[in-house]
């Protein structure tokens, strides 16, 4: 059985047969009207969701099966003090795959563990989100024609913004590919994120997006996201920190591609959406179809062995990260990979 925690789940040659299938199902839907006659998909979304879960659950019908599941935490036996470990045990009873969006970061591993399903992680904290990345690999490859050799501009919230740690991951295994990061002091990409994928040939730190958009081949704007802010005072500050608008569009290139995973607050004018380079609600739309391409491909390898993690218990290691899964809900193993926790892959610390 295969899971989808992390882009780096999946080769490169599994995504282009990702992105191939749902071009496909854009080009015949009615060829996969039936491929999932019969299945329950479950949609557990302890945080908000408009595109992710409605796409998820557009996508199964799509595919003729049946959705059900929480879109508020609240509403669940989570109230009343279940841990995700418990409810995924008893929804992968009821379903035959689980899309999972929670706020602590590693909970899809945890639910990986014990889950007799498929998971598929729909966001977990301001770690990873990787179907938003499928979504973002299928509007690059059928706007640009291509992965190789591109510059992808990052705007904003770097820090917390998990579309963007895992499109870096994922772009970063492309030849050629440089990123350039613009954003304030306080929003920059995370070490760990920088450490795994970047290295001084494949990207530049600037903090201009005027200076930047004209050797963009792809911009990819996101919003400062409020709800990780512990200090709502600074989210203040920096939120309005880029705002890209028709006039900072005159100097860039024909064939730019402008992503945004949405939602927007400020961060793009809405006198950029009826420019022909505006591909974000393209981008959306297409998150319905890599998804039914997703759900296929994980049900078609429900029967194969499951692949072994590779983290271990270290006693010697602890996790400090207030946002990770591990601190804060009962039970969980202290695992570690290479030092950094199995979780959240924020670097252990020795107790
Ligand atoms: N891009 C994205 O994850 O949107 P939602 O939060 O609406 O699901």
Known sequence: MKHLIDILDFTTEEIDKLVATASDIIDDPKKYAHACDGMILGTLFYEPSTRTRLSFTSAMMSLGGNVLGFSDAASSSVSKGETVADTIRMVSAYTDIIAMRHPKEGAPIVASGVSRVPIINAGDGGHF??????????????????????????????????????????????????????????LKLPDYVKSEFLHSGNYEEIASLEEAIPTLDVLYMTRVQQE????????????????????????????????????????????????????????????????????????????????????????????????????????????????????????????
């Open 129 to 186: 989100h990787p179907t938003q990345t499928l979504a973002d690999l299928l509007t690059i490859k059928r706007k640009l024609g291509r992965f190789d050799g591109l510059t992808i501009g990052l705007c904003g919230d770097l820090k917390y913004g998990r579309t963007v740690h895992s499109l870096i991951a994922a772009m970063s295994r492309y030849e050629g590919v440089k990123f350039v990061l613009i954003a304030p002091e306080e």
């Open 228 to 351: 990780r802010f512990a200090d709502k005072a600074e989210y203040e500050r920096l939120k309005d920190s880029y705002i890209l608008n028709k006039a900072k569009l005159s100097g860039a290139k024909e064939t730019l591609s402008i992503l945004h995973p949405l939602p927007r607050v400020n961060e793009i004018a809405t006198d950029v959406d009826d420019d022909p380079r505006a591909h974000y609600f393209y981008q959306a739309e297409f998150g319905r179809y890599i998804r039914m391409a997703l759900i296929l491909y994980l049900i078609e390898k429900k029967g194969e062995p499951t692949k072994k993690a590779e983290a271990t218990l270290d006693e010697t290691l602890t996790c400090t990260n207030p946002h990770c899964i591990c601190t804060v809900e009962r039970g969980i193993k202290p695992l570690f990979k290479n030092g950094n926790c199995a979780y959240c892959d924020q670097k252990g610390e020795k107790k």
